[in-house]
Every structure is written in C-alpha cells, then in structure tokens.
C-alpha cells in the first residue's frame, strides 16, 4: 500500500476541532508556497586576469546583499536576492561578481503582519543557498578558488531592522505644538 502522506483539503474546523467541507468550496486557510527560482541577472567581471591568478596577496572581500519584495499578481510574490561579492587587492580588484536571485511565492490568505516577514526574512533564507551555489561556481569558473559564503541569519537580521525602525520612529518627535 502506497503511502499517500498527510492530505487535507477543503476542510473547514471549528472550536473543537472538528472538520467538514469549507461552505462553496472555497479555501480559506493560509497558504504560501515556493513556485519557482531564478537567476534575473549574473554578471562576473575578471578585469585584471590573466595576471590577477599571479598575485599572492590576501585580497580583502566585500559581500553586499539586498533583499527587495513585490507583488506579481494577486497572490503571487516575487523575492529578489542580489548579492555582490569584490575582490580587491593593492595590485587591483581581481574579481566581481554580481547576482540577482529571484523566488516566486505564492501566498494565499495570509494577512500582511505575517506576510512580510515571510517576503523579508524566510523567502530569503529558503533561497539564499542556491544563491551562494551560483556565486560560488561563478568564481570559480572565473579561475578563483570558489568562494563559499557564510551562512546569513536573516531571520535576526529582519528583527534587528524592525527594532532599528521602532526605535528610530520613536525618536522622532511627533510634531509642533
């Protein structure tokens, strides 16, 4: 017998957590989920190669990230990761390397104080190692040693900007009397 997994549908509970057919048909519990991923634009720029694999200096690394959210359709939700990763040295930048790394979600009956956080800090998180996959195969296609990112923490990133955002909103004087 083929196990079928955990299937509800249409179903509608009430106080005791019974079940029946939600009245029409109609779903109303929240839903979110992954619809695909994509790369929107890769760029790697070697400017100073051949000579750049000749260097023995450590170069210093800089790894920017961005995080944009916006709405496709209705119920469907584009994430939009872009990372940039420098390799610079005293001879000169060895390598860039720039991404865009979009997500459709679709999100069904969910109210916006969840929403967000979803688009923001776990979208994010769900896409981020197909991302850092990607940069690290540019790098090394780019004849570098591929570059493996550190984990990122975007759920405490997110909680850290919402209370940056509390703090600076309550700084700032409500108005003239």
Not at 23 to 50: F, H
Not at 57 to 74: G, K, L, T, Y
């Amino acid at each position: 017998m083929a196990d079928e997994g955990n299937i509800i549908s249409n179903l509608n509970l009430d106080e005791q957590g019974h079940g029946g057919p939600v009245p029409n048909g109609e779903d109303t519990s929240p839903a979110i989920g992954l619809i695909s991923q994509y790369v929107k634009d890769l760029s790697v720029e070697n400017p100073n190669a051949p000579e750049s694999y000749q260097w023995t200096e450590v170069p210093e690394m800089a790894v920017d990230f961005n995080i944009s959210a916006r709405v496709i359709q209705p119920e469907i939700h584009e994430i939009e990761l872009k990372i940039n990763v420098t390799s610079k040295g005293s001879q000169g930048t060895a390598f860039i390397v720039e991404l865009a790394y979009c997500g459709l979600i679709g999100m069904r009956n969910v109210p916006e104080d969840q929403a967000h956080p979803f688009l923001f800090a776990e979208g994010p998180r769900i896409l981020f190692p197909f991302a850092r996959r990607i940069i690290a195969d540019a790098v090394r296609d780019a004849g570098y040693p591929p570059m493996m990112l550190e984990p990122i923490d975007f759920n405490g990133l997110y909680m850290q900007q919402l209370a940056q955002a509390q703090a600076t909103a309550e700084a700032v004087p409500a108005g003239n009397a």
